[in-house]
Each structure stands twice: as structure tokens, then as C-alpha cells.
């Protein structure tokens, strides 16, 4: 997801932002079918990826300040992931 959408477009449409999320709707849904985790790091993936989803749904609206905020902040969350998760 971090290499995917740092790219940041000025120019990019309220459509862009959609694919955009659903791309990362894509990605997580991914990672949840395969989660294997247990424990506190089951629950705590849990919470970082509705964190990420927070973001995902604002991208989805109509609203292209809120989306293009919203992508900001999914990308920010997004490379702190490193910070928390090995």
C-alpha cells in the first residue's frame, strides 16, 4: 500500500479517489483473509487497519477536499505502520 499511493496528484478527480480506495479495500481484505495473527497483535492489526478504513470511506464520498485529505492522512497512517508492526 505505501509504495501504491504516496504519488500525490493535484489534478487527481473525485473518480480517482474512489479507485484509489478501492484499491486499498482491495489490499486490506487481502491481509484480513490471511491473517494468521493471534493474540494482542490480532487485535492491534485490528485496530491500525480501521484506522485505515476511517480514511478509506472519506475517499469514497463526494466531497474531493475531504478525499484528498483523507488520502493524506491514509498515507501517513500508512508509513507509520513500520513504527508498530514488524
Known amino acids: ?9 493535484s489534478l ?3 473518480e480517482d479517489y474512489h479507485k484509489q480506495a478501492d484499491q486499498i479495500l482491495s489490499i486490506i481484505n487481502e491481509i484480513l483473509s ?7 497483535g490480532h487485535e492491534e ?6 484506522l485505515l478504513l476511517e480514511e478509506v470511506h472519506i475517499m469514497k464520498g463526494n466531497d474531493i477536499g475531504l478525499a484528498k485529505k483523507a488520502k493524506s492522512d491514509l ?5 507509520r ?5 514488524e
Open 34 to 40: 490471511s491473517c494468521t495473527m493471534t493474540g494482542q
Open 45 to 50: 492489526l485490528h485496530k491500525y487497519i480501521n
Open 12 to 14: 487527481e478527480s473525485i
Open 75 to 79: 498515507v501517513e497512517k500508512i508509513t
Open 1 to 9: 500500500m505505501d509504495e501504491q499511493f504516496h504519488h500525490a496528484n
Open 81 to 85: 505502520y513500520s513504527l508498530y508492526f
